[in-house]
């Protein structure tokens, strides 16, 4: 597929997706999410792809939220239809076995926010600035941002936030658990990339494993998330990587993995 709205560049395992619409501050329009939709789909079934980082074009914004002009025309039915669709292509992002890395570079806004929110790791740029202010245009979060800010950061600071619709720096949002790490504009992409490198150099079952069985916990009691867990060492302790791994360290090298 030819992307009209985002850049996608696959370059020594990492999947680089920018979302590319900086005259309106990569806001996501039906196009936006389609294309989305089409970019995990085909990364998801590309053995190439260990790590997947998104970002925004431009120095200003990540995603400032859905499309307004596209919200402003939704009735009942086309609104239920337009959260189901951008929530089903978000939780793609969230459920993919391989690490998804948002790299913050500006304003992280409504569904931008949520976007942020459906990665598995939150790097921000000094100048990044969150926040959820759906209140001031009549309506609440729709891609997510009410269930998953609300389990990240807790139910109090999340109506905080829907409720005022304010927006806050990146500072605040590392303080409130929201991002990992913060880096001045200039080398977030760089930092970035080099955590997906290193993630890539990993076995890559045991990063998979590893990321299936923290996901398990939201749905499953402590008891069965124990039970999963060994199930899933066990699996892992199959591989030949596992035998790498362990053996180099006995053997004080650097482990050569296969993915096998
Ligand atoms: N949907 C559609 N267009 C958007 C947009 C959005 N969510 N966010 C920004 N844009 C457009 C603006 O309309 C403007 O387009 P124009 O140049 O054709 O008029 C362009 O992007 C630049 O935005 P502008 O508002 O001029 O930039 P700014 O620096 O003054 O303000 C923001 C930046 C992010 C504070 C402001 O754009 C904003 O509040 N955006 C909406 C955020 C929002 O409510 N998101 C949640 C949607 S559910």
Known sequence: MNYKNILLEIKNHTALITINRP??????????????????????????????????????????????????????????????????????????????????????????????????????????KFGQPEINLGIIPGYGGTQRLARLINSSRALELILTGD????????????????FSQAELIQKTIELAEKISSKGQHAIRFAIKAIQAFENISLREGLAYESSLFALVCGTEDFKEGTSAFLEKRKPQFKNR
């Open 23 to 128: 005259d309106k501050l990569n806001a996501l329009n039906g196009l936006t999410i389609d294309e989305l939709e089409n970019a995990f789909n085909s990364i998801k079934n590309d053995d190439n792809v260990f790590v997947v980082v998104i970002t925004g074009s431009g120095e200003k914004s990540f995603v400032a939220g859905a499309d307004i002009s596209e919200l402003n025309k939704l009735d009942v039915l086309s609104a239920k239809e337009f959260s189901e669709k951008g929530t089903g292509v978000f939780r793609m992002i969230e459920t993919l076995d391989k690490p998804v890395i948002a790299a913050v570079n500006g304003f992280a806004l409504g569904g931008g926010c949520e976007l942020a929110l459906a990665c598995h790791i939150r790097l921000a740029a000094e100048n990044a």
């Open 167 to 182: 927006m806050i720096n990146a500072d605040e949002a590392y303080r409130l658990g929201l991002v990992n790490k913060i």
